[in-house]
């Protein structure tokens, strides 16, 4: 069966680019040998598609200072791509030891208020033992000082005691009666002191890995330390168990010298992250919410207020317990 | 002269002025396959530069076995492509003045065996072609240009657009009719009859 000219029209595109089954085009070929109006067509088609074909085909010439401009967008962007890079390996450097802090506190079991906030030396005292003496107060780290003359300025009122009994869910007597709304001092920041983040990386070379992380195992209980498996890493190649302890201060240094002796040293770094401003931003921020709670006679705003100042005590015992300890990344290559 | 296989070479190595070399071999052909695809000069510029530029940072992918031209303008294409999903180089003002900043453009498209006249009826129709393209909207265009004009097959275009082969089929029918419509328009505008059998 023949077609007619409107089906032919919708068959001229493909047959010109041969897609056309065969009897598709056996039905168009007859219907041209009798339609010189299709034929026409077919001509104007050929007659376009062949000045675009030839229009393709054209070269012209590149704008001056082409390439220039080209080597200029990409000596910018390699500075570009630099600078990121830069950024981005303080980033990494930054976030390294954000997750060696953050891993080295929620290594620590949450404890109870008053057994977190041990004084440096109170855990020295109890040989790094994470229970501590339940009765301690929040004190400025690593003095080891009782506070009674470092008080801050704004003793709470005896309201503020009441409802840091509420807010602070605490059965010890002595953490009631010397707790942070006791207006015994319990936070306190004298500003003579450096307060230091201290985080170890060790990698070391070990005939067995597994055994030596045995040993690294037993070492970190002799020094009263905590240790907790991050699993394999892949390092040059070479497999390697990766360890993360956390270590009391003055057990540190030890612990990381018969650490270093498990194997051959490859790398030791040691980070330290001055964290003594933000003990001052928070103390300041203490007082100043302390005041403004003393002086609040709006009940929902004492809540609000007493919000706060909880959320500052538990930030303080954060940096508390960052500070009393080290955290130590021990990387156990196999040979 | 350095051929281009070391150039390639050398600049896979981090060699700046060895690429600054290719560049200047290759930004003729690249710039006036970026033209054709954009119908506009400084669309096609700013394609052509991130043409050199992707290049470069793709520089060490490159098989120096390939060819290098072939190469660039398939980045050119799949970039043009790309814009095109994303509304960039639309082609809304195609350069009808493409003489103006290249004057050889269109007195190159006649044969040599052919008598002035003939040249410029041929010059005169390529340019009503080329000012007909840009007033196609732009799914016409398209597949006229990478049918028409790149001799992609139907399979290929369907790939490199996304979409089926009954949509690039339809799309050529009714793009070539398009043209020829805004041929006509164009001639009729400026005083010219119908298409003429002469033309190409």
């Known amino acids: 069966m023949g077609v007619n000219c409107i089906a032919a029209g919708e068959l001229l595109s493909p047959f010109l680019d041969g897609e056309l089954s065969r009897e598709e085009e056996a039905r168009l070929t007859e219907h041209l040998e009798g339609c010189p109006a299709c034929r026409c067509e077919l001509d104007e088609i050929k007659r376009v598609v062949a000045a675009v074909n030839y229009l393709g085909k054209r070269e012209m010439a590149a704008p001056a200072g082409f390439s220039s401009a080209v080597m200029a967008r990409i000596n910018e962007e390699k500075t570009v791509t630099k600078n990121r890079l830069r950024h981005l390996k303080q980033a990494a450097a930054g976030a390294a030891a954000v997750l060696l802090l953050t891993a080295g506190v929620t290594a620590l079991k949450p404890e109870p208020s008053g057994q977190i906030a041990q004084t440096p030396a109170q855990i020295e005292s109890s040989g790094a033992n994470q229970g501590g003496n339940p009765g301690s107060d929040l004190k400025s780290p690593g003095d080891g000082a009782t506070g009674a003359n470092n008080q801050p300025n704004s003793s709470p009122s005896d309201n503020s005691n009441e409802s840091s009994d509420k807010l602070v869910d605490n059965n010890n007597e002595n953490q009631r009666s010397s707790g942070v709304y006791s207006g015994s001092g319990s936070v306190q920041f004298t500003g003579d002191k450096e307060y230091v983040i201290v985080s170890t990386f060790i990698k070391i070379k070990v005939d067995d890995s597994e055994a030596a992380q045995e040993k690294a195992r037993a070492l970190v209980n002799n020094n009263g330390a905590q240790m907790q498996s991050l699993g394999q890493q892949t390092s040059d190649g070479k497999l390697c168990l990766v360890e993360k302890i956390v270590v009391s201060n003055s057990e540190a240094q030890n612990l990381v010298k018969e650490l270093t002796a498990l194997g051959s040293l490859i790398s030791h770094q040691e980070q330290k992250a001055d964290i003594t401003q933000r003990y001052s931003e928070l103390y300041n921020q203490y007082i100043a919410l302390k005041n403004e709670r003393a002086q609040t006679q709006d009940s929902a705003e004492a809540v609000q207020l007493e919000r706060q100042i909880k959320q500052i005590e538990d930030q303080w015992r954060a940096l508390e317990q960052q500070t009393s300890s080290q955290t130590i990344v021990l990387w156990l290559q196999q040979q | ?200």
């Not at chain 2, 003045?97 to 003939?118: C, H, K, L, Q």
């Not at chain 2, 050529?172 to 419509?181: C, D, F, P, S, V």
């Open chain 2, 1 to 200: 002269m350095t051929d281009s296989i070391d150039l390639v070479q050398l600049a896979q190595k981090g060699n700046t002025k060895a690429f600054e070399k290719l560049i200047e071999d290759y930004q003729n052909r690249v710039f006036s396959y970026c033209y054709h695809l954009t119908g506009n000069y400084d669309n096609a510029q700013d394609l052509a530069q991130e043409v050199f530029i992707q290049a470069f940072n793709s520089l060490k992918s490159f098989r120096r076995e390939a060819d290098l031209g072939t190469w660039l303008r398939r980045i050119a294409l799949n970039k043009w492509i790309n814009s095109q999903r994303r509304n960039k180089f639309i082609t809304v003002s195609l350069d009808e003045s493409a003489a103006s900043t290249n004057g050889e453009y269109f007195r190159e498209i006649a044969a040599d065996d052919e008598s002035p006249v003939e040249k410029i009826e041929q010059e005169e129709f390529a340019r009503l072609v080329w000012q007909a393209l840009g007033r196609l909207g732009s799914e016409f265009r398209q597949v006229l240009i990478l049918r028409d004009m790149e001799e992609y097959s139907y399979e290929e275009i369907a790939s490199l657009l996304g979409c089926s082969l009954g949509t690039v089929k339809s799309r050529l029918n009714r793009g070539r009719k398009h043209i020829r419509e805004e041929i006509d328009l164009l001639r009729r505008e400026s005083g010219d009859g119908p298409l003429n059998k002469k033309d190409f």
